[in-house]
């Protein structure tokens, strides 16, 4: 089991603190295994075993626990008779009815320390912002990074740049690395996840009844990484394909996406104008790896499939994205935390002047000293361009 050092260390200054710790994260991207290192954390800071529940909602073993008096009645039967410090860790709360309410009853007591797994981001933010406010906090866990997934590959690990053209190709969903990096067995068993999140996370818990259309949605999506996408657009192209469908219909399958987090959305925002824009959005995805099992690797994709990549690596380090608009030009990412801010451009190859232009032109005209990087697959690199540096994306992912 590899530690997701990572997670554990955003954890550490909140563990056996009273606050309700929130792990929320695609499916199979390791909350689970998370949750087992915080187990073993604990243990490490002297709770007993008497002293921790843990309930995971996958196991049979906890199939009887169904609503949040089930979970309630467990936990006063066990873990709140200990003396001295407690801890109840639930994995995929989300299977349990109104559970909010057996926890917000739990985080009453100051001796209890409490961590939460699930896959739907709205279920938490709204459930726990009405009952918890101010008393909890988010660890989103993503797929690996690159620097995580050489660790998964260990001894196998190669050299980072051709690893790299492999974790384009598979993703970073952890149970990968359980099979040979093959397209038929690897895009089977990423397939099988998102069938699971499609019938789970969206189809059983929305009641929807055309799963084909969800589907089909569901392609266009993934089809269309780092392209400018909207619900009309979505539901402008069924209709050319005679399939009739209302935007706003468009617009909740698109909402139920982002809640499962198979897909992130990002905002616009006009550097001019100093603002947020509410139209012409894109979407990236939480693993590229869905994609490929989806429709198949595809190398004249490589450009929006890097966008991605990147995208993911800058919200695993704790950035806010935007996509940059500046009059007519585009800059593919503002990324900001704590007060810093970074404008990133994302290409495959610098092979033409145009290309050069097109990358470093909008970068150019940004007038403030924030850094600003152009990354791309270019195998050589010159000097800096007007303090504009440019990276090979590996050395990028791996800095």
């Known amino acids: 089991m590899h530690t997701r050092t990572i997670y554990l260390d955003r954890l550490a200054p909140f563990m056996g603190k009273p606050m309700v710790k929130v792990i929320c994260g695609l499916r199979r991207v390791g909350k689970s295994y998370l949750l087992r290192q915080v187990m073993d954390a604990l243990k490490d800071r002297g709770f007993r075993k008497q ?20 979970l309630y009645d467990l936990a006063k039967t066990s873990v709140l008779k200990q003396e001295g410090p407690k801890a109840i860790l639930l994995d995929e709360v989300q299977e349990i009815e109104e559970w909010e309410r057996a926890v917000s009853s739990f985080s009453s007591q100051e001796d209890v320390d409490i961590y ?3 896959s739907n981001a709205h279920l938490f933010s709204s459930e726990l912002a009405t009952l918890l406010s101010g ?17 998964f590959r260990g001894e196998e690990a190669g050299d980072p740049r051709h690893e790299f053209s492999q974790h384009v190709r598979y993703g970073g969903l952890p149970a990968i690395h359980h099979f040979q990096l093959e397209d038929e067995i690897v895009f089977q068993y990423i397939g099988s996840v998102f069938n699971t999140i499609l019938l789970k996370d969206i189809v059983r818990r929305h009641a929807i009844r055309n799963v084909a259309l969800l589907e089909r949605i569901a392609r266009y ?35 139920y996406f982002e809640e499962a987090q198979i897909a992130h959305k990002v905002s616009r925002f006009d550097l001019k104008g100093k603002e947020l824009l509410a139209i012409h959005e894109k979407y990236y995805l939480g693993d ?22 990147v995208f993911l690596e800058l919200i695993r380090r704790g950035y806010q994205v935007n996509i940059g608009k500046l009059g007519d030009r585009e800059i593919d990412f503002i990324a900001t935390r704590q007060g810093e801010t970074c404008y990133i451009q994302v ?21 403030d000293n924030y850094p600003k990087l152009v990354l791309s697959m270019d195998p050589l690199f010159g000097d800096d361009i007007n303090g504009i540096k440019r990276m090979h994306i590996v050395d990028f992912l791996l800095s």
């Open 51 to 70: 002293q921790i529940l843990h309930v995971d909602k996958e196991s049979l073993e906890y199939d009887h626990i169904r609503s949040y008096m089930d």
């Open 116 to 118: 939460l797994t699930g």
């Open 135 to 151: 008393r909890y906090i988010e660890v989103p866990v993503y797929s690996l990074g690159l620097s995580e997934y050489l660790q």
């Open 221 to 255: 999506l993934f089809d269309n990484i780092g392209n400018i996408t909207s619900a009309k657009r979505i539901a402008d192209y069924l209709k050319a394909e005679r399939i009739k469908v209302g935007v706003d219909t468009v617009q909740n399958y698109l909402r």
């Open 288 to 309: 590229v790896g869905l994609r490929h099992a989806q429709l198949g690797y595809r190398e004249g994709d490589i450009s929006g499939i890097l966008e991605n990549v």
């Open 347 to 367: 290409a495959y190859l610098l092979a033409s002047p145009d290309t050069v232009e097109r990358e470093f032109g909008p970068l150019m005209q940004i007038k």
